[in-house]
Structures are given as structure tokens and as C-alpha cells.
């Protein structure tokens, strides 16, 4: 193939070249490759030249590699190039850069162990590969489960899963996946659990039949096949296990490393336990049989706890405790009989020392005799013609003989353990189809091969060529199918090394005829083999240096066995008097077990099936009665032949599809990927076999349309016709010359290997071509652009330079003009300046000179006046020194005390300042001393200001004593003169003076030291005040900051609060939506049980015709809710009437079943209670303020009440009466006329019609106020008493009915007779109390009844008394009678107690007050009835006048005709009147026979509810309790069973939905609550429900809404989810964006549109339908938010976890698509108005999908920014998406192992499910916003269409 590719082999070419440590190496050609070169140049990824010897005989070249954008594929075939070097390369990638373990390779699909427990086999995996075609999704177990269940189902063919490979490759736990797949998709037919006992065969298989080997902690060491049955309905009905080959030899032997079966681990893990003291066993070290392999521990693994899951699993499938006990006293004994230790006697005999322990203990379970196993265990019997020996035998012989019995008792036990897991799998429905699971050992080879790995190589051989036919045959298939010429494939065929095995003289035939010989050996065999193939058969070898192996060439490899133990393992001899011994035991158990060897059996040891099993080509081996030694003396080739000849049968009449695991490393390493080891299972396990014979034909196939897409930019427009086939045809036409590379098929295009890797090149050039095209262009433009940019700047630059050269000049010129002028002016200015200096000269000396001599004149004025000026002030300042000293000493004496105090004061506040007290009650109050220091400071400046005014007093009294003392000098000078002679009175005046001018002085030094003081003081002071203004300064600012930090601690504080608040209200809110959906989903699955009840309960009646005669009950399960129960019963007994012999024979119905089903829905019934008793807590928290209100409210009612009921019964009596006397009157007016005595106008007939008017006045009367009363006083009075009695008397008898038919057997029923002793005991007892109590209260109400007799006496009295009087005189005696007896009542209470009189006059108060409303109405309806009487009377008198005018002709004997007078048309109340027996008639036309679709369309929306509550109106009205309980019963039935008869017709759900939800609003809207009634119209308040509460109905039709909900959304996700995948991701809305990859033998969905295939449009126009129909129904806004709500999270969450599933659908082109559509999708919410219903936050987690295959994926930056954008995904979520990101095209790039290392780095922290899949089947909890109608029930009109003329409007 590669020289037909050397056109290829180019510079830049990648090839595959052999490796010894890595198989293959990548490498590129550095240069161009030419026909006749012998070697390549060649360079290695890590840089390495490298020449490449070409082999001159053949001249092959090497692997060319396929591009990067098919490295990673799904499927193998899909690879361009089909070799080995890429498929190992692709499994390597995908392993360990992608973590994907699942491959397909065709019709095989490759798992690799990946040692690590990975999240991929959930049950949201299950739901997602559920009903998918297996190309659709990526690779994995479950799809080829549920390839095989959906070919059996389509088929009706039988499937086969073959699971094989290598030790440690993951056989077994692919097999159990497997079988889970089926158990959990397809269900069992019934509730006896099947596919919970085909898993739980697991554990129990694996304890038995599982060991630890040197490859596998949990190794297989047998091959399985299990047959999992189903019924025509494909439901699991039971199961059949066959096994192959145990390895016997493993129980007494085990190599190093390994172990023994698990189940003697666990055994000995568990030996502490007190059922185990018995079997005497200890650690596992302690016994020869579990301690060679000397490692008895697995890791992790626990086995005591190992041991308990292995016992539930017994217990599960039927194995009681005393038959476990019994397979662990074996177990035991095995353990023990290993202990046993042999001596010699002699070299020919051997013994067992006497009381050997373990031998003992051995017996001792076993049951046999010491004496005889002991001797049986070292001789044996030889038996001749004649005679029979005892031969002893030696030590060697004894030890290979217990040990032989050790595996035969194994082996036995093995077999009976298996026997009994058919017989609890097996079932007595007749098996339809099945599907095996085969889990069979792979293809070994070891460095020792024994019998063992002969026989499974042998069976290895066997399926692989039925794999090879089976994929020859599937190719045939295609090429005929696409009518292709079909030409020979030439594939490997082993049917030589078959034959060599199996054929006659084969390797078996010759074993088995050595076996038979007397003196047979091994190497006598190994000569036979050697004389008859080794040069006959070129499959058969001898080695060189052994004369005791052969080697045989398989179709993997070649394997040398050692001839050493093939006869003895072959024989499998045992001593048959040991066995005759053990059958002789005590032991039940152990005789069981040995006693099948007197039957026939199968080879395998199974069991024949019996019953309704059909099995093709498995049957058991017959044989006759005296064959049964000889069927035991089979050999063990033989036996392992015929049963793989079954086991070939069965898979060739089966489907197979095959799995192939592989071991990725022996060291078990997590995603650890070993290419030598892979590459040694790939061959041996057929991968490659099915790649070479793809690759030999045509291995890459297109569809046309897929073709035309890919290759579109290779064609140019004229290529391009409407017909795709031709198109394509003319193009490969032009692009391969060569026409055998390719073949036109039907359908697709037929390609050899290459040629799609050829057209990928042509496309990679053309494309590349073409982006250096564009980058041509866009670089051209680019420099075109920086030209224009440059010369642009060019021209800018001249203009600015010229410019500014242009205003250089002018700037010059201006200077230099400006200079000229300065020049002139400057010399102007030196003239000027010169010429004033001169003439300021003159001026000044002129001015000196007339100053000096006006001077000189001035200073002789000056002087004279200045002595004058002397003169007085010395005369003035004398008189002021003696005040100044007068005042000094007085001012000096207030400053000392003031100065005393003054210091004391500041003592004082120093003290206090410096105490810490003072410190923190100047921080408490500091404002307020800041202001009292303020106010000091003001007092002080008013004290300086006073005594400044003293001062200035003191200066100026001084002044007035210096005047007057100048006054006395002046005339003491006068009167000098005269007292001149006087000497003595002049000595005196002198020293008077002399003293004057001391005091003078003193006075003055003492002004100077209070002016000291003072300054000193007002210093004081203002430093004192600065230091006061600083500290309060510093106050404020530390008052400023703590109001601040106060501030601030409150915000932070409030907002704490407002965020705590807020989370604990979002807490609140979730926990409310959980108990909601929790609620829900209760009654999702008591709905369900309910549905399979019935069906249950229908089939029975079906298969039982004859029902028991005499003997007929009640469903008892007919509803779960408590509340339906209560009211069920007349509809149920219609329809059992109606369905006649329903009943069936108790003997044939299961009843553990029902039993278990009623157990079921009673423990769903009282997690419902609990949850709706939480869920009424919690909405109570929001009620319990009015709640309290109106407890108040109903206190301060009580006493109203109490009144109003009296009211209410004399009003009734009385109107009773009236209607007595009406009636009577009436009868009296009509006799009166037919005897024509009174005719109108006389004065009889006056009379009674003035009577007739006035009763019918004081009848409204009394009829308005009855029905005041009743509409208060039944409310709330009446209410609760029905409200008990409803409970009492009609919800308990129907549980305890229920309870009772439950009972069946004998047993139950004694124990119920004990109970209902019991309870009627109670009862009577209960009884007796209520009839003391009915006693007192019957006495209470006779003298009640006396009494009222009394007042009706007295009433009738008044009434006779009442009709003589005229009307308004009438009312006012009735009002005078009223007061009367308020009157007499009120003395009575007076006299009996005042407390009480005083809350008597207080009621009394109110009552009045009611009266005199009373009377107002009173009033009005008396004015209203005399306008009424007067239309009345004139037309009577009308007819009065009519009869006078009678012709005097006319005989008086005529009769008079009556008159009919038309009554105006009354007001209709909003009820509607119906008849008992047309119940059921209004249920059928209104509910069963109803077309949604013309009520729709035609009528208003809600008219059935609408309808329904009006004739609930009614009989609430006529206060008829059954006819209400019936009613809502039938109605809710009926909405249930039209819900099952059409519940997948989303318009009917739909419909009843929005009446189900009105006829809710109904009840709450006219319940008379006002949380209710605010909403309403005064008339719509008057039509409120009067008699009966109907909350517990409320809360019934809330939970059927709720489940009608459910039903919708269900209805509406069937109708969704076919368009969703196709029309949101596989459908190219915007076309051209995303190409198609080749792909393999699977089929993958195209993302072209074909016809048929849904699209974007399609889901939007079935969510405007939705829409559309919701809206015409007349659903609740609110309603129909939820329901788009939930339509969008279903696209959402099925979208995304298909695209998780599918590696085709990451790329960057499809993140594109898928956010257009959520654009669209969008688009349509805005439309419609539902933005903010919360649908947009569902598709939250597919838009950040969608973003995160668009976003770089290549920095840390673009890590962090991935991290915090896709919040709404989990970390799996967005590593599952990076690993699938796949290119579509050569210029992506894939993503890093490093990055998405990165992101999982960061996203570690993240606390999240990690489940990987959105739950598809979550339904978020609805509510039911209250919403009230405007609609007037008395304005609906009933339409004819409807068939409801048996209604009546009332």
C-alpha cells in the first residue's frame, strides 16, 4: 500500500518507524523521497537526524502518520492510514491525554483499565445512552448494552456481549456493567426483584470463583456466560448462568504473590465471629492451602466486610442460614484437610499419626468417621477381574491424593453453589429472547504453560474465529448493501491450529487416548505428538533443547507448554473410596452434593432448565440410567470440548458484539500507558485482525452529503449540480486518477485506505492556498494604508513648517516697526523729563523757604499754648492720684479674696482633672461640660466687663474728689491771705498735704498692682480658654471619629444583617423548594404506584374471568391521599357497580404484593403528612399576626354570636309561622274565589289582601335576616363542628376497612380478631361515654325545648295580635316586644350578678346597635315591597275596571278566568341546580366525553370549573353534605381517569390542568376568608360558599394539579426530547460554519439537515404551540412562567450532557451554533414576555459550554479567566470539556495535557457534586399564586354544545 503512496512521501511527510522500548516513533522527512532510494532522511521529535534503511528485498516503506485533526478519533476505522502504529497511537492519546477509556474499532469496542475508579457509570450515564443509536454518543460499555437491547427488541434475535481479554484487563467488572445497564434500563416484569438478584450474583461468583494473581487483585480464574432472560414486554424476568474450566489447582496451590479464592480469605477474616467458633479456623497464615503465595492481604481490600457483602448476597437469592452455614463448614473443612500431614512408613507406604487435630476437626464437619479417612488417604483399592487389593501408597501419592480431593470437594461445592443461583434467577414466565454475557478468560501465555492456559488458548481460538467470520460476514453485509462488487478478502483463518487441537489425533485425541492407556505418561504423550504432527503440521514445534514441551502457533503468538501434569489434569482422578466415605457422611449438605454424581449431568455441572425457558442449540446432555460412571470418568479436554462446542452454538444463533479489554500496564499504574504491553493484547485479541481486514477493502466510507460538505472548497461552481451522487462523482473523477481508490455505493462513498488522507491534503493546500491568498491581500492593503497614512503625515508637516516661516517674517517686521516707535517715544519722554526736574526745583525751593517762616511762627504760638496746656494737666493729675490710690486699695483688697478663691476653685479642678473618673465623665458628658465651661467663660467675661464699669466709676468719683479738692486748694489760696498770720493753721495744712500726697501715692502703687494683677489675671485666662478651646477641639474631633467609627460599625453591622438576612431567607427558600419537591415527588411516586396497581389489579381481572362467589369488598388502595378516602366511596361504588364481577379468586392474586404495595403508599402517606405538617409550619411563621388578629376578632365576636344564633332560631320559628299563615291565607283567597263570594273590591277580600301584603313584608323581612344570621353564624360556627364531625365520622372507618381486607392469611387474621377485641373494648367503653354525655345533653336540650315552646306560645300570641294591626304599627310592637324581654332578661342578670349585668349592658349596647341596623334594612325592603303592592294594586284595579265594563247581557254565572300576573325576572345567584341521579351525567359530558380542543377555541377558558363550582354553589347552598362530597369525589376521579387515558396528548393535560387550577381559585376565592374575599366584588362576596369548609378539599386538588403538572411536563419532555440533540446540536443553523470529520464503521449522526430531521424552527414552533395551547386554556400566568421554566432547563440539561457524551460536538465552530441558538431561543422569551420567568438561568451551564469552546485555552490568564467564568459548571463538567475539544479543521489547535492540569489546579477548592451529567428528570416544585377571577357567576351562559340541559340556573 505504502509504494502506492509514495507520491506522499514528501518533505514535512510524518512516518511511523519501529522502536524497540516504544514499538513506534514519529518522524519526519526532511527530504523529498524518489522512487529508487534506499534510505530516508528522517528527523525525530526530540530533533535527532536520523537515515532510515530501506529493506532492499522489499523495499517497503514506512507508516505514514494521519493528520493531528484524526489523531484522538472515536473510532478506529475512521483513521485515514489503518495500521497498527495508528491505532496505537490513537488509543494512547485518547487514554492518557484525554482520559478516554472506550474505543470502537468497528463492531468491537476497546476498553483499557484505567486502575482508577472513574464517574462514568452512574445512573444519569444509564438515562443518556439510553435509547441512542451507539455512533451517536462516544464510545462506552453501555452503548453496547444498549445496542444489544435494542437489536433484540427490533430483531427479535437473541444477543451475545463477548467480553475477553487478559488477567487484570477489566473482564469481569465490564461484564457486571453490562448486566447493570440491563437491570437498571428494562426493569424487572415484576416487584420480585430479578435484576437486583442477577447483580447480587456478582459478589457471590466473585468470592467462589475470583483469586488474586500476580496481573489481577480480582481475577477470574473460570469463564462465565450469563443468560439474562425477558418477557415480549423486555422486561428482566430471571436469569441462567453456565461456567467453564475452574481452576481446580489453584485451591491447593498458589505461586508467589497470589492467592487462594477469596471466599477462604474471608472466611478466616471472619473466623472471630460467634456462628464461626464452630469451624475452629484462625488466620490465613495458619493453613497450608491459603499461605504459599505468602501475601494474603490486598490493599484496600476488606475482607470480613467482603465476607458480609457475600453473605447478604446468599440471603438475596434465597440461600437460608443454615445452608450457608453448611458451605462454610465445607469451606472449613477444606482448610483443615490441607493441614493434614502424611508421614512415611516406608518407602513404599505411608501413614497419619494418630489424633491428628486438623483431620479431627475435618471429620468432624464433614460428618465422617476418623478411622476411615485416615486410612482411605494413604491406600487405595485395585480392583482385577477376580479379585479386589488394598495397596498402600507413599507419602507423595497421599499428599497428591488429598489434595485431589480437596479440589473435587471444591468443585462440587462450586457447581451445587451455582446450581442453586440458576434455580433463585430462574422464572416461571416464559422467557421471549435473552442476551448472553460472555466473561471468558483472554489468550495467555506465561513462561510456564500447563493444561490450564492449553485449554483457555483453545477457546480463545475458537471465538476469534468466530470473530473473524462474524466481521467478514458484516463486511460482506455492507458492500451488498451499498451494491458494491464484492471481491475476496484475504483474512487469517485458524481452523489449521483448531484441527490440530481438536481434530482426530489431535492434541486432545491423543491426550485423551494416553489417559486410557495403563502405563501412560506425559512423555510418552510428548513422543505420540511429536511422531504425529511435527512434520505434518507446520503449526506444531518442538523445541530445541526439551523433549517434554511442544509449541503450538496460535493466531497471536506462539506458546511453548510443558507436557509435565497434562494426564493427571486431564484425568482428574480421585480416590472413589474417599468419595464412598464422604457419602456415607452425616452431613446433609455434603451428601447433597456427591449425591449428583449418580445423575447425568451436564459438563459443566448446571443443572437442566425447566419451565418456560427456551434456550437455542443449550440443551443438557442427555444420557441413560447406567451411564453415570461413566459420564464421571469423562476427561476433563473432553468435557471442556463438548461444552465450548455448546457455547459456540449458542453464540452463533445469538448477535454477538465483542469487547476487547486491555491492560494498559502490569504495574497498575492510574492512566499509565505501556505500548509493548498494549501492542502484545491488540494482537492477540483481534483489533488488529478487524483493522487489516478493513484496510484490505475499503475501509473509509462517506456519505455524499458528508462528502459535499467536506470537500466543498475543492469543487468550483460549476462542479456544482443539484444532485449530490453526480457532483461527487465528477469531482473524485478530477481528484483520483486512480478509479479503484474508490467504489460509489448506494448510499455512500467507498474509499481505500490513504485516499481520504490524499483528500485531506488537497483540502489542506487549497485551504492553505487560500489563506495566503487573503493574507496577500489584507498585507497589500495594510502597506497601501501605512502609504496614504505616511503621505498624509508628509504634506501635513510642509503646511505646518511654511506656516510657521510665514509668522516668523511678519513677527520681525512687527518688531522692527515697533522698535522705531519706542525710539521716539523714549527721546520725547528724556526732554520732558528734564525740562520738569528744572521747574520742581524752583518750586521747591520757593515752598522751603515760606515753610521756615510760617514755622517759626507756629513754634511761638505752640509754645505759649503748651504752658497753659501744663498748667492744667498737672493741676488735673494731682486731684486724680488721691482717687487712683482710694481706688487701688479697694480694688487690691477684692483681687486678694477673689485671687484666694480663684486658686481654691482651680485646686480643686486640678484634683479632679488628674482622676480617672473625671476623665471618663468628661468623655460621657463632654458636650455638655464644654458648654457649662463655655457658659463660665461667659460669666467671667461678664464679671471683667462689671468690673470694668467699677473701675471707670472709680475714675470718674475720683475725678469728681480731685475737682473738688482743686475746688478747696483754689480757696484755701484765697484764704491764704487771710490767714497769713496764722502759722499754726498753715503747719497744718502742710502736713495735711503732705499726708494727701502719701495716700496719693500709695493709692496710686495700689491702681498699679491691680492693674498687675489684673493683666497677669486676664492672661491667666485666655491661656486657660485656649487650652479649654484645644481640648475641646480634641474632643470634637475624637467625638467626630467615634461617631464615625459608630457609623461605620452600624453599616457594617446592617449590612452583616441585611446579608444574613438575606442568606438565611434564601436558605429559607431553598429548604421551602426542597420540601415542595420533596412533596411532589411523593406524590409523583404514589401516582405511580397507584397507575401499577390498577394495571396490576387489571391484568389479574383479565387473567381471572370466574370471580368467588358470595364474597365481594372495596378496593382498598383506590387512593393514597387521606382526604380522597374520605370521600370516595359513592363514586367508587358506581363504578364497581358498574363494572359487575371485578372481583377475582384470592388464590391466585400475590398477595405479599399487595401487601407490599399498601405497606408502600402507607409509608408514602405518612412521609406526605409529615412533609405537608412541615410545610405548614413553615408557611404558618407568615400567618401568626393575623392569626392573632383574628383570634381577637373572633373573642370580640363570641358574644354577637351567641345573640345572633338566638336571633337566628326565633327568626326561624317565626318565619315558620308566617309561612303557616301565608299558606292558610292563600288557601282561604283561593277558595274564596272559586265560590265567587268575594270579589274584588269587597270588604273580605280588602282584608286578606292587606294581610297578604303585610305577611309577605314581614316575610322578606324575616328571610333577610335568617339569612344574615346563617351566613355569620355557619361560617364560623357551624364549620368547625362539620369540620369534626367530617373527620369523626368519615375519615376513620375507611383506614380501618382498608387495614382489615389486607389481612389474608390465618395468622394476620387471628391477630386482627385480638385487635379488634381490643379496639372494640375501647370502643364500647368510648360509647358509653357518649351516651352519659348524649344523656345530659338531651335533658340540657328538653328544657331548652320547653322553654322555646313557651316563646312560640307567646310569639303566636303576639303574631294573632300583630296581623289586626296595620304594617308600621306591626313592626313597633315587635320592636316594643324585643325590649320588653331585653328588659326582663336584663333585670334578671342585674339581680344575679353585676359583674356580669355590666358585660350584659355592654353586649346589650351592640345589640342595639345591630337592631337599629336591622331596622334601617328593614326600612329600605318595607319601601321597596310598598312600590311592588302598589304596581300590584293597580293592576288589579286595572282588572277590577275590566270587569265593571262587563255588557249587563252578560250572566252573572259565567266563570271569572284566573288572572296570570308576570313576575319580573329575578336576579340569578351563580348556582346551578342538578339531581342526584344526574351526577354521573354531568361528570360524562362535562369531564370524560369533553373535546378540549372546541371548548378552547369557542367557549371561555375555565368553563368546566366554572361549571362545576356552581353546582357545588348549590349544594352547599341547600346544605346537603353527600351531595358535596360526592360531587368533588366524582370530580376528581374523573380528572384522573381521563388523565390516564390520555395522558401523553399535551392539549388535554393542558386543559385540565387550567381548570383544575381554577376550580382551585374557585374554592379559595368564594371560601368567605378574607385573604381571599379582598379581591372580590361585593357580589362576588355575596356568593360565597355558606355551609361547608372545604380546605381539606383545597389541599386534595392541589396535590391533583400538582400531579396533573407533572403529568404535563412529561407529556411535554416526550414531545421535546426527539427534537432537542438534533435541532440544538447536530443541526447547522448557521450554515458552513463547522465541517465534517471522516468517520468510522459506526454510523454518527450528520450535522446536515435531511428531511425528517428536526431543527432550531422546529423546537421553537412546538414551544409556540406550548405556548399557544397554555394560553388558550386560560392558564395561570404564573403557571405558564414555571412550565417554560422547565421547558428550558430540559433543553438545557439534555443539549449539555450530550455534548459531554459527544467528542464530535466540541469545537469551536459548534460553540458558535449553539450559542446562536440559545440567541434564538432568547429571541423568543423576549417575545413572548417570559424573560423573567427564570428560563434564561437554566441554560445558564450550556452558554458557559458554549463560551468555553470558543475562549483561548492556552495561557494561565486564560486558566483564571475559564475559572471564573464557567461558574455554573462543575470542575468534571469543564475537564470533560477540554478533553473532548476536538479540531475540526488543521488550524485549531488541541488543548494541553498542562492546561487542563491548570484548571484542575485551581478549581480544587471547589465544593461541588461530582456528578458530570444534569439530571434530566428533575422537575422543580410548583406553587399555585392565588389567582382570582373578574368573571360574575351569575353572567355564564351554559352552551347547548355541552349537552347540560339538566342543569337549572338558580
Known sequence: MNQELDFMFVKYARVWIPDVEEVWRSAELTKDYRQGDGVL????????????????????????????????????????????????????????????????????????????TLPIYGSDIINAYSGQNMGDMDPHIFAVAEEAYKQMARDERNQSIIVSGESGAGKTVSAKYAMRYFATVSGSASEANVEEKVLASNPIMESIGNAKTTRNDNSSRFGKYIEIGFDKRYHIIGANMRTYLLEKSRVVFQADEERNYHIFYQLCASAQLPEFKALKLGKADNFHYTKQGRNPVIDGIDDAKEMSTTRNAFALLGVNESYQMGLFQIL???????????????????????????????????????????????????????ETYIKPVPKLQAINARDALAKHIYAKLFNWIVDHVNKSLHSTVKQHSFIGVLDIYGFETFEINSFEQFCINYANEKLQQQFNMHVFKLEQEEYMKEQIPWTLIDFYDNQPCINLIEAKMGVLDLLDEECKMPKGSDDSWAQKLYNTHLKTCALFEKPRMSNKAFIIQHFADKVEYQCDGFLEKNKDTVNEEQIHVLKASKFDLLVELFHDEEKATSPTGAAPTTGGRTRLSVKPVKSKTGQASK???????????????????????????????????????????????????????GVLETIRISAAGFPSRWTYQEFFSRYRVLMIQKDVLTDRKMTCKNVLEKLVQDPDKYQFGKTKIFFRAGQVAYLEKLRADKLRAACIRIQKTIRCWLARKKYLRMKHAATTIQRYVRGHQARCLAKFLRRTRAAIIIQKYQRMYVQKTCYKRKQAAALAMQCILRAYMARQLYKALLREHKAIIIQKMVRGWLARQWFKRSLRAIVYLQCCIRRMRAKWELKKLKIEARSVEHFKKLNIGMENKIMQLQRRIDEQNKDNRSLSERLNGLEISHAAESERMRVEVHRLRGAEEDAKNNANKVATLLEELERLRKDLKNTQKEKKAIEDWAKTYQDEMEQMISELKEQNHLLKNEKNDLNRLIQEQGQQWTEKMQRALKEETQQLENDLNEERSRYQNLLTEHLRLEEKYDDLKEEITLAVNVPKPGHRRTDSTHSSNESECTYNSEFAESEEGSRGGEDVSKAILDMSLFLKLQKR????????????????????????????????????????????????QELESENKKLKHHLNEMRQSLRGSAEAGSAAPGSPPYTVLLDQLNSSNEELEVRKEEVLILRSQLVSQKEAMQHKVRHKATMTEPLPYIEDVQKLTDAKEISQAYMGLKDTNRLLESQ?????????????????????VKEDNNRQQQLL??????????????????????????????????????????????????????????????????????????????????????????????????????????????????????????????????????????????????YILFMCLRHADYVNDDQKVRSLLTSVINSIKKILKKRGDDFETVSFWLSNTCRFLHCLKQYSGDEQFMKHNSPKQNDHCLSNFDLAEYRQVLSDLAIQIYQQLIKSMESILQPMIVSGMLEHETIQGVSGVKPTGLRKRTSSIADEGTYTLDSIIRQLNSFHSIMCQHGTDPELIKQVVKQQFYIIGAVTLNNLLLRKDMCSWSKGMQIRYNVSQLEEWLRDKNLMTCGAKETLEPLIQAAQLLQVKKKTDEDAEAICSMCNALSTAQIVKVLNLYTPVNAFEERVSVLFIRTIQTRLRDRKESPQLLMDTKVIYPVTFPFNPSSLALETIQIPGSLNLAFLTRV
Request: glycine share 4%; proline share 5%; with cysteine.
Open 41 to 116: 532522511q528522517l528527523q525525530l521529535e526530540d530533533g535527532k537526524e536520523l537515515e532510515y534503511k530501506l529493506d532492499p528485498k522489499t523495499n517497503n516503506l514506512p507508516h505514514l502518520r494521519n493528520p493531528d485533526i484524526l489523531v484522538g478519533e472515536n473510532d478506529l476505522t475512521a483513521l485515514s492510514y489503518l495500521h497498527e502504529p495508528a491505532v496505537l497511537h490513537n488509543l494512547k492519546v485518547r487514554f492518557t491525554d484525554s482520559k478516554l477509556i472506550y474505543t470502537y474499532c468497528g463492531i468491537v469496542l476497546v476498553a483499557i483499565n484505567p486502575y482508577e
Open 332 to 386: 472449613a473443612s477444606i482448610l483443615h484437610l490441607g493441614n493434614v500431614e502424611v508421614k512415611d512408613r516406608d518407602s513404599d507406604s505411608s501413614i497419619i499419626p494418630p489424633n491428628n487435630g486438623h483431620l479431627s476437626v475435618f471429620c468432624e464437619l464433614m460428618g465422617v468417621t476418623y478411622q476411615d479417612m485416615s486410612h482411605w488417604l494413604c491406600h487405595k483399592k485395585l480392583k482385577t477381574a477376580t
Open 631 to 685: 459420564e464421571h470418568k469423562k476427561t476433563v479436554g473432553l468435557q471442556f470440548r463438548n461444552s465450548l462446542h455448546l457455547l459456540m452454538e449458542t453464540l452463533n444463533a445469538t448477535t454477538p458484539h465483542y469487547v476487547r479489554c486491555i491492560k494498559p500496564n502490569d504495574y497498575k499504574f492510574a492512566f499509565t500507558f505501556d505500548p509493548k504491553r498494549a501492542v502484545q493484547q491488540l494482537r492477540a485479541c
Open 1161 to 1208: 403508599v402507607s409509608e408514602l402517606e405518612q412521609e406526605k403528612q409529615s412533609l405537608q405538617n412541615e410545610l405548614d409550619r413553615r408557611e404558618e411563621q407568615f400567618q401568626r399576626a393575623r392569626a392573632r388578629d383574628d383570634e381577637e376578632h373572633k373573642k370580640a365576636r363570641g358574644a354577637e354570636l351567641e345573640y345572633e344564633s338566638l336571633k337566628r
Open 1327 to 1347: 360509647l358509653q361515654a357518649q351516651r352519659r354525655s348524649h344523656d345530659n345533653e338531651v335533658e340540657v336540650l328538653r328544657g331548652e325545648l320547653q322553654s
Open 1360 to 1505: 294573632a295580635q300583630n296581623l289586626q294591626l296595620p304594617p308600621e304599627a306591626r313592626i313597633e310592637a315587635s320592636l316594643q316586644h324585643e325590649i320588653t324581654r331585653l328588659t326582663n332578661e336584663n333585670l334578671e342578670l342585674h339581680s344575679d350578678d353585676p359583674k356580669e349585668y355590666k358585660a350584659y349592658r355592654i353586649s346589650m349596647l351592640r345589640r342595639m346597635v345591630d337592631l337599629m341596623e336591622q331596622l334601617e334594612k328593614q326600612d329600605k325592603t318595607v319601601r321597596k315591597l310598598k312600590k311592588q303592592l302598589k304596581v300590584f294594586a293597580k293592576k288589579i284595579n286595572d282588572l277590577e275596571g275590566g270587569q265593571m265594563d262587563v255588557s249587563p247581557g252578560q250572566t252573572t254565572d259565567e266563570p271569572v278566568h284566573p288572572v296570570n300576573i308576570p313576575r319580573r325576572e329575578k336576579d340569578f345567584q351563580g348556582m346551578l341546580e342538578y339531581k342526584k341521579e344526574d351526577e354521573l351525567k354531568l361528570v360524562k359530558n362535562l369531564i370524560l366525553e369533553l373535546k378540549p380542543r372546541g371548548v378552547a377555541v369557542n367557549l371561555i377558558p375555565g368553563l368546566p370549573a
